[in-house]
Nanobody
Framework: VQLQASGGGLVQPGGSLRLSCAASGIIFFSTYDMGWCRQTPGKQRELVATISRGNSTSYSDSVKGRFSISRDNTKKAVYLQMNTLKPGDTAVYYC???????????WGQGTQVTVSS
């Protein structure tokens, strides 16, 4: 199983980025709960957004109202639209696919997001 994250980069405060995560090797992608986490050096990984297999979404307080998670099961992909970015959003963003009841939990390799003027 591979989760290939892309779309990171350098953006000015107030700008937007759209992250993508393409899954391969996963059978029945639609049965997985998907999520995005982020991590900065010296800090724990923070769960920022999730979308369930039933398309219910949740967000951390730090990104609520600015980030939006979506999925396309036909493409086996999940997306994170990030608006009104702040320097505090600077981190490596990781994609996650989980089917905990079946013992599956996969992580992608991460994509760097840097918010700076």
């Amino acid at each position: 199983v591979q989760l290939q994250a892309s779309g990171g980069g350098l953006v000015q405060p107030g700008g937007s980025l759209r992250l993508s995560c393409a899954a391969s090797g996963i059978i029945f992608f639609s049965t997985y709960d998907m999520g995005w986490c982020r991590q900065t050096p010296g800090k724990q990984r923070e769960l920022v957004a999730t979308i369930s297999r039933g398309n219910s979404t949740s967000y951390s307080d730090s990104v609520k109202g600015r980030f939006s998670i979506s999925r396309d099961n036909t493409k086996k992909a999940v997306y994170l639209q990030m608006n009104t970015l702040k320097p505090g959003d600077t981190a490596v963003y990781y994609c996650n696919a989980a089917a905990i009841s079946r013992g599956y939990n996969y992580w992608g390799q991460g994509t760097q997001v840097t918010v700076s003027s």
